[in-house]
């Protein structure tokens, strides 16, 4: 069935230094794969996202890599930073929806 | 702002209740998503509507009743609920162009309680 597992689901780091966060998905067809981040009291937020036919992007200091044939897709933060604390979701794309993972709590202590 | 607006943010009713969440969105994108986000399962798909047809029940109550009268404007009408439905009632809309898919614009959401 339709499934995006995400993790961790939840990752400290100290100012400045880099976080990752890995997804994997079940359906090949999917070719669209965004992340979204979201802060206390609002909506989830897109930050990055990522198509089938581009096997990396990369937007500042975020960063996003799509391994088709084992399904897997990260994000990269570099120099985090403590308003890059939030909760982030990765989705994957199936037909005219998202299915997104169950996010990662990420907390960047000054 | 990110384009989608729902309405009430917060919403206490009774299990015996009746109230709808609205949601309207100013961006001209043909589809809309009704998603709910509680601790245990975070953004669970409820329904989608693409060109005001719903496309997608995920398995839904029936005391959760989806309605699409136009584009911009999606409803979620709520009908004796139980308690474990108290959760963040989240609207989004994006532009459906075949099979490819754009950006979801998510709403602030709607924190409901039911006592």
């Known amino acids: 069935g339709e499934n995006v597992e995400q993790h961790p689901s939840t990752l400290s780091v100290q100012e400045g230094d880099s976080a990752v966060i890995k997804c994997t998905y079940s359906?090949?067809?999917?070719?669209?794969f965004p992340w979204y981040k979201q802060e206390l009291g609002k909506g989830p937020q897109l930050i990055i996202d990522i198509r089938s036919n581009v096997g990396e992007k990369k937007d500042q200091r975020i960063a996003v890599t799509l391994n088709k044939t084992a399904k897997h897709f990260s994000l990269h933060i570099t120099e985090t930073q403590p308003e890059d604390s939030a909760v982030y979701f990765c989705a994957a794309s199936y037909g005219d929806k998202l299915i997104f993972g169950t996010g990662t709590r990420l907390q960047v202590f000054p | 702002e990110t384009g989608v607006t729902q309405t009430p943010r917060h919403l206490v009713m009774g299990m015996t209740n009746k109230k709808s969440l609205k949601c309207e969105q100013h961006l001209g994108h043909n589809a809309m998503y009704w998603y709910k986000q509680s601790a245990k399962k975070p953004l669970e798909l409820m329904f989608v509507y693409n060109f005001k047809e719903q496309t997608e029940n995920n398995s839904v109550p029936s005391r959760f009743s989806p309605e699409c009268p136009n584009s911009s404007h999606l409803f979620l009408h709520l009908h004796t609920l139980q308690p474990e439905d108290s959760a963040l009632y989240l609207c989004?809309?994006?532009?459906?162009?075949?099979?490819?898919?754009?950006?979801?614009?998510f709403g602030q959401g709607t924190r409901l309680t039911v006592v």
């Open positions: 359906d090949s067809a999917s070719n669209y």
């Open positions: 989004a809309s994006s532009q459906i162009s075949g099979t490819a898919n754009t950006e979801a614009f």
